[in-house]
C-alpha cells in the first residue's frame, strides 16, 4: 500500500510540474526568408526588446508547430535595420517531415529552445512566436526561387482557328526534399503579356523526394485572347514569352497549404 501511495505521490507532484512550467516568451515577432537553394534555406527570426541584449552567440532547437524533435542550429545574434535577428541556415536533410508536420496556410508557428552567451554568462532562452502569413518577409520573389527547381517546356498553341483548343503543359520539377510531397490541385493560368489565355488543372499526385518530376497537365486555350496578346508575330512563328501562374495545394497531416506558383514559359504555335 505504501507502494503504490507513494507512486500515486509521485506522479501528482510530476503533473503539477508539469503544469507549473513556465511557457515560452513571446518573443518572435517576425521572419525572414532568405535564399533557398540546392543546400537549404536561410532564414533570420526577429526578436522583441523583451529577449534582451542583441549580443553574444546562440546554440539550441528550433521547431516549427511544436515538432519534436527541433532541429539543432548555432550562430550569433545580430542587430539588422534596427532589429535583432537571430539568423540560421536549414540543410534540407534536417529539415524533415517531422518538422514540418504541422504546417498551416495561414500563420507560422516558430520556437527556439536554447542558450544565448556573451563573454560575461550564458543564459537560458525559450522563444516563440506565431507569425501570420502574410507577415512572413522573403528575400527575394518566388519567380526567382522557382526558377532552380522548375521549368516549364515550351507550350505549342497548336492551330488558332478554332475558338478554344486543349494542349498540354509541361512542368519539370525538381525537389531538394527528403520526403515527398501530395499535391491534392495544381491550378494554372497561362498569361501572355499580362493577359489570361489559357486556364489548366491537375488533381492528387505527389512530388517525389529528391529526384525530377516531370508534370503534364491539359490547359484550355482561348485562341482569340492568345492572339491578340502574343501578337501577330506568333502566327508567323515567333515565340511568346509568357508565364504559368497559380496555386498548389499542398497537403499536410495539420492541414492543407496553399503554395504559389510562377514559371516562365515560352509559348508557339506548332
Known amino acids: 500500500m505504501r507502494r503504490i501511495l507513494g507512486r500515486v505521490l509521485a506522479l501528482a507532484v510530476i503533473a503539477v510540474a508539469a503544469r507549473a512550467a513556465p ?11 532568405g535564399k533557398i537553394d540546392d543546400r537549404g534555406v536561410a532564414l533570420a527570426l526577429q526578436l ?38 537571430l539568423p540560421a541556415s536549414i540543410s534540407w536533410g534536417a529539415l524533415t517531415a ?14 527556439f529552445r536554447g542558450e544565448v552567451a556573451d563573454r560575461r554568462r550564458a543564459r537560458k532562452v525559450d522563444w516563440a512566436g506565431t507569425i501570420p502569413r502574410e507577415a512572413i518577409q522573403p528575400a527575394e520573389p518566388m519567380t526567382a526561387t522557382l526558377r ?8 505549342q498553341l497548336g492551330g488558332l482557328g478554332l475558338a478554344k483548343t486543349t494542349v498540354h503543359a509541361e512542368v519539370a520539377v525538381r525537389s531538394p526534399l527528403k520526403f515527398h510531397l501530395r499535391v491534392m490541385r495544381l491550378r494554372c493560368e497561362l498569361e501572355i503579356d499580362g493577359k489570361v489565355v489559357a486556364t489548366g488543372t491537375k488533381d492528387n ?32 512563328g515567333a515565340r511568346a514569352e509568357g508565364r504559368l501562374v497559380g496555386v498548389a495545394r499542398l497537403r499536410f497531416p495539420g492541414g492543407d497549404v496553399d503554395f504559389p506558383v510562377e514559371i516562365p514559359v515560352r509559348v508557339s504555335l506548332r
Open 23 to 33: 511557457a515560452p516568451a513571446a518573443a518572435i515577432t517576425g521572419f525572414r526568408v
Open 48 to 85: 522583441a526588446p523583451a529577449a534582451g541584449k542583441c549580443a553574444g552567440a546562440y546554440r539550441g532547437d528550433l521547431a516549427f508547430f511544436d515538432a519534436a524533435p527541433g532541429i539543432r542550429i548555432a550562430g550569433s545574434l545580430a542587430p539588422v535595420a534596427g532589429r535583432c535577428e
Open 98 to 111: 517531422e518538422a514540418v508536420h504541422g504546417a498551416r496556410s495561414d500563420v507560422l508557428k516558430v520556437r
Open 148 to 155: 532552380r527547381f522548375a521549368r516549364a517546356t515550351d507550350i
Open 205 to 236: 499526385f505527389l512530388i517525389f523526394a529528391e529526384r525530377p518530376n516531370p508534370i503534364t497537365f491539359p490547359v484550355t486555350v482561348d485562341n482569340r485572347a492568345a492572339l491578340s496578346a502574343a501578337g501577330k508575330g506568333i502566327a508567323r
